[in-house]
């Protein structure tokens, strides 16, 4: 088939690279002219495992296309999937310009029958108006359907969830966009779940917001059994094999952050709210969220009450491992309540060095690896669980230290163990 992906982010580049890998015609539309020179020559504006091997070989393939022009990428296409970003707003709505913009130019450049779909998250009730807008601006009379098909892969595994998706969901009351992206999805050996558009829109936030809710649950949990005994790690396993609950999901830690989970929580609740309802659950879900990326330093404190002129390290800037993505990643928390505490910060990632020197430019010192940053600091603090940090040398680690205070955001090491090395150490939900 022929497909269009406006958008090369995250959604965009994989669904469009996946799509093509399956045997599809695929052109990927952006309006950044130095993302789409980078990606004819290789160069992926995002990390991602796997992803430059497959838009490697389908753009030599010649099945795959990247362009500036959305006018081909209309014309040449007959199913347009709208993949733009849809960043928070300050009142924590979601911005939906990107989205407008691209369904006023496919209604300019509508050639034929067109299947467009949304498969940026957006609020529900958004394909109500793309629908109207190609409507009201074609000059011609073409006949087209406006299809909700969320996207629930995962950064850092983007491309193994974009293949094997749990399932597909299609969100159109048409039959015959129905039909044609039934055949379209055939390939991904999954469930496809046929509903309306609205149960669509309405599945992407639930999902995020569901998971979202356990990652909170459960961090909450961890912090009841700090102060009554217990390891949340244990009651995570004895509540996970319940199949009603799943252990999915359940690891407790330094709170929740990336592109997704924060701006789709705040968007979920603004939207109930200007429907006239409080949706309280996850309006405390954010706020225990917000709560939890601050107990790391709380801890530290503990150790070392006044930060000021101390030089903490701090392991992990991604917002989790395999990506260098620090979108509301709880590193930026961290650092910042180091800093304002008067406190000197020297931060290692294995990957997202560039991106962190674009967020704290001087204010803090990057290092070249883990002991690095970890030499002559008076304490660490473990923020993402990237595999190499699972691996430190430990007895090195407490020689490089000033002191021994190790606070492991992310239940790394076994309490016994970093006891017996000497190590003050403290994790998540588990005994000091
Ligand atoms: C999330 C969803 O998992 C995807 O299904 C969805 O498609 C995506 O958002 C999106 O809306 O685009 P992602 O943000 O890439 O994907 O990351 P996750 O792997 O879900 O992790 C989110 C955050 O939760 C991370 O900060 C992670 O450290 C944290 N987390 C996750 C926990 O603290 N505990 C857990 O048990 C799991």
């Given at each position: 088939?022929?497909?269009t992906?406006?958008?090369?982010?995250?959604?965009?580049?994989?669904?469009?690279?996946?799509?093509?890998?399956?045997?599809?015609?695929?052109i990927c539309?952006d309006?950044?002219?130095?993302k789409?020179?980078?990606?004819?020559d290789?160069?992926?504006?995002?990390?991602?495992p796997?992803?430059?091997?497959?838009?490697?070989?389908?753009?030599?393939?010649?099945?795959?296309?990247f362009?500036t022009?959305?006018e081909?990428?209309?014309?040449?296409?007959?199913i347009?999937?709208?993949?733009?970003?849809?960043?928070?707003?300050?009142?924590?709505?979601?911005?939906?310009?990107?989205?407008?913009?691209?369904?006023?130019?496919?209604?300019?450049?509508i050639?034929?029958?067109?299947?467009v779909?949304?498969k940026?998250?957006v609020?529900?009730?958004?394909g109500?108006?793309?629908?109207?807008?190609?409507?009201?601006?074609?000059e011609?009379?073409?006949d087209?359907?406006?299809?909700s098909?969320?996207?629930?892969?995962r950064?850092g595994?983007a491309?193994?969830?974009?293949?094997?998706?749990?399932?597909?969901?299609?969100?159109t009351e048409?039959?015959?966009?129905?039909?044609?992206l039934d055949?379209?999805?055939?390939?991904?050996?999954?469930?496809?779940?046929?509903?309306?558009?609205?149960?669509?829109e309405?599945?992407?936030?639930?999902a995020?917001?569901?998971?979202?809710?356990?990652?909170?649950?459960?961090?909450?949990?961890a912090?009841?059994?700090?102060?009554?005994?217990?390891?949340?790690?244990?009651v995570?396993?004895g509540?996970?094999t319940?199949?009603?609950?799943?252990?999915?999901?359940?690891?407790?830690?330094?709170?929740?952050g990336?592109?997704?989970?924060?701006?789709?929580?705040?968007?979920?609740?603004?939207?109930?709210?200007?429907?006239?309802?409080?949706?309280?659950?996850?309006?405390?879900?954010?706020?225990?969220n917000?709560?939890?990326?601050?107990?790391?330093?709380?801890?530290l404190k503990?150790?070392v009450?006044?930060?000021a002129?101390?030089?903490i390290?701090?392991?992990?800037?991604?917002?989790?491992?395999?990506?260098?993505?620090?979108?509301?990643?709880?590193?930026r928390?961290?650092?910042?309540q180091?800093?304002e505490?008067?406190?000197?910060?020297?931060?290692?990632?294995?990957?997202?060095?560039?991106?962190?020197?674009?967020?704290?430019?001087?204010?803090?010192?990057?290092?070249?690896?883990?002991?690095?940053?970890?030499?002559?600091?008076?304490?660490?603090?473990?923020v993402?669980?990237?595999?190499?940090f699972?691996?430190?040398?430990?007895?090195?680690?407490?020689?490089?230290?000033?002191?021994?205070?190790?606070?492991?955001?992310?239940?790394?090491y076994?309490?016994?163990?970093?006891?017996?090395?000497?190590?003050?150490?403290?994790?998540?939900?588990?005994?000091?």
């Open positions: 088939m022929k497909l992906v406006v958008g090369t982010g995250y959604v965009g580049l994989v669904s469009g690279a996946c799509f093509a890998e399956l045997g599809n015609d695929v539309v309006i950044d002219q130095e789409i020179a980078g990606l004819k290789g160069v992926m504006p995002i990390y991602e796997g992803l430059k091997e497959i838009v490697d070989r389908n753009y030599e393939h010649g099945n795959l296309k362009t022009s959305l081909a990428g209309v014309k040449e296409s007959d347009i999937f709208i993949a733009v970003g849809t960043p928070s707003q300050e009142d924590g709505g979601a911005d939906l310009s990107a989205v407008k913009a691209v369904a006023q130019d496919i209604a300019q450049y050639n034929g029958y067109k299947i779909i949304d940026s998250t609020p529900v009730g958004t109500d108006w793309v629908e109207e807008l190609i409507e009201q601006q074609q011609a009379d073409y087209f359907d406006v299809v098909c969320p996207e629930f892969l950064e595994s491309v193994a969830d974009t293949m094997h998706p749990d399932r597909v969901i299609i969100g048409s039959k015959k966009a129905a039909d044609i055949e379209l999805h055939q390939p991904f050996e999954a469930p496809i779940l046929h509903t309306d558009r609205y149960s669509a309405m599945i992407k936030y639930a995020n917001a569901f998971l979202a809710t356990k990652i909170s649950f459960i961090n909450e949990i912090n009841i059994c700090e102060r009554t005994g217990g390891d949340v790690a244990e995570a396993k509540i996970g319940d199949h009603r609950i799943s252990d999915k999901f359940l690891r407790a830690g330094v709170g929740f990336g592109a997704c989970f924060p701006k789709d929580t705040k968007a979920i609740t603004k939207t109930a709210q200007e429907r006239g309802y409080d949706f309280k659950v996850v309006n405390s879900v954010v706020e225990a917000k709560l939890q990326k601050q107990t790391l330093v709380k801890k503990r150790e009450p006044n930060l002129g101390q030089t390290s701090v392991l992990g800037l991604a917002f989790k491992p395999n990506t260098d993505d620090m979108r509301e990643a709880p590193s928390t961290i650092i910042k180091l800093l505490a008067g406190a000197q910060v020297k931060a290692y990632d294995p990957i997202a060095m560039e991106e962190a020197q674009g967020i704290f430019a001087d204010d803090i010192q990057y290092c070249k690896n883990a002991y690095d940053a970890i030499e002559d600091t008076a304490a660490v603090i473990l993402t669980e990237w595999d190499e699972q691996d430190l040398d430990l007895d090195r680690v407490a020689e490089l230290l000033t002191n021994p205070i190790f606070i492991d955001g992310r239940n790394c076994d309490v016994e163990e970093m006891k017996k090395r000497g190590f003050t150490y403290y994790s998540v939900g588990r005994p000091a």
